[in-house]
């Protein structure tokens, strides 16, 4: 079985800094790993995935994420936020047989004028 | 149109009560999902669907149950509400490798008295 962790649930910035949004995974076998974001009162969409190949993915509205095998992470960063990025993403992770995802308790970005 | 509809959107009903939620896509997509959303929980996988044939419990599908009408439709249903599955529940496809949620619905937000 896998299991996610990420570890801030809020995280407040002011706009056009940097941001980092945190993602540990535990699995004994190879992964696939994503992101999801939920805007207010809409379903989640699905930001970007590592199924395989490089280990640097990016995804749309200017986010990107690196898998790191050794420290079983995949974090998620945008140079560069903008108000409308205010909203929860998700991390998520399969193991490459497995019938199901296991999603992260969500981290809640919040991007301040 | 939205790709992944949800109806109803909202609904408030009573402790024993049957409820069902329905589900119908346009993405041409043979997998189908059900999620919870609950605060501070992530989202957790009722039932999934590879086809119209073949339906799957997830890891919390006690007092749900579920019916893929067609290609396009799948529902979901609670023979007996009861509070704690006051929620937020959503509906998902995919055609990604894998057995991960694609394109989501905007949810329905289901409370039980």
């Known amino acids: 079985a896998q299991s996610v962790t990420q570890l801030d649930s809020q995280v407040p910035v002011f706009e056009e800094a940097p941001v980092e949004l945190r993602c540990n995974y535990s699995s004994s076998v190879s992964v696939y790993l994503f992101w999801y974001v939920q805007y207010p009162n809409q379903g989640l969409q699905l930001l970007l995935k590592?199924?395989?190949?490089?280990?640097l993915v990016k995804g749309i509205n200017g986010f990107e994420a690196e898998f790191n095998k050794s420290q079983t992470s995949f974090h998620l960063r945008k140079p560069s936020v903008h108000i409308s990025d205010t909203a929860e993403y998700f991390c998520?992770?399969?193991?490459?047989?497995?019938?199901?995802?296991?999603f992260g308790s969500g981290t809640q970005l919040t991007v301040l004028p | 149109d939205a790709d992944v509809t949800q109806t109803p959107r909202n609904r408030i009903t009573k402790t024993g009560k049957r409820i069902m939620l329905e589900c119908s896509q346009t993405?041409?997509?043979?997998?189908m999902y059900w999620y919870r959303q609950d605060p501070g929980l992530g989202l957790r996988l009722i039932y999934y669907s590879f086809d119209v044939k073949d339906i799957n419990k997830g890891e919390i599908s006690d007092g749900y149950s579920v019916s893929r009408q067609a290609q396009a439709k799948f529902s979901l249903s609670l023979e007996s509400a009861i509070p704690n599955q006051t929620a937020l529940y959503f509906c998902?496809?995919?055609?990604?490798?894998?057995?991960?949620?694609?394109?989501f619905g905007d949810g329905t937000r289901l409370s039980i008295l």
């Open positions: 993405k041409g997509h043979d997998r």
């Open positions: 998902a496809t995919s055609d990604l490798p894998g057995n991960q949620p694609q394109h």
């Open positions: 998520a992770v399969s193991d490459r047989s497995a019938r199901q995802l296991t």
């Open positions: 590592y199924l395989s190949g490089s280990t």
